[in-house]
Nanobody
Framework: QVQLVESGGGLVQAGGSLRLSCAAS????????MSWYRQAPGKQRELVAA???????KYADSAKGRFTISRDNAKNTVYLQMSSLKPEDTAVYYC????????????????WGQGTQVTVAS
């Protein structure tokens, strides 16, 4: 049974930083692409960042230069380091496993975590 457990969300002031973690079990972590999505109230879920294998990464334009995705295969954990946070980053952030790149587009996999709330106060 695949489990993705996110942690690290919370309330932060604009300009601050947070690091999200997602611990995975039930999958061969090292071969799976991992990603972070977010969903704000009234909006569709959107890709924030993805990491394919160890070094290939893809970011949403809104995340470039502010967020960094990384993974620790020994700990079966993927991270999202977020800095220079803005109120518009407020959303529920979801971890996803098993996605793939097709051309320039990243498609989510079948496995989702329960989400962690990030709230950025102005």
């Amino acid at each position: 049974q695949v489990q993705l457990v996110e942690s690290g969300g919370g309330l932060v002031q604009a300009g601050g930083s947070l690091r999200l973690s997602c611990a995975a079990s039930g999958i061969i972590f090292s071969v799976n692409a991992m990603s972070w999505y977010r969903q704000a109230p009234g909006k569709q879920r959107e890709l924030v960042a993805a990491i394919i294998r160890d070094t290939y990464t893809k970011y949403a334009d809104s995340a470039k230069g502010r967020f960094t995705i990384s993974r620790d295969n020994a700990k079966n954990t993927v991270y999202l380091q977020m800095s220079s946070l803005k109120p518009e980053d407020t959303a529920v952030y979801y971890c996803n496993a098993g996605g793939r790149m097709l051309g320039a587009t990243y498609y989510s996999g079948n496995y989702w975590g329960q989400g962690t709330q990030v709230t950025v106060a102005s």
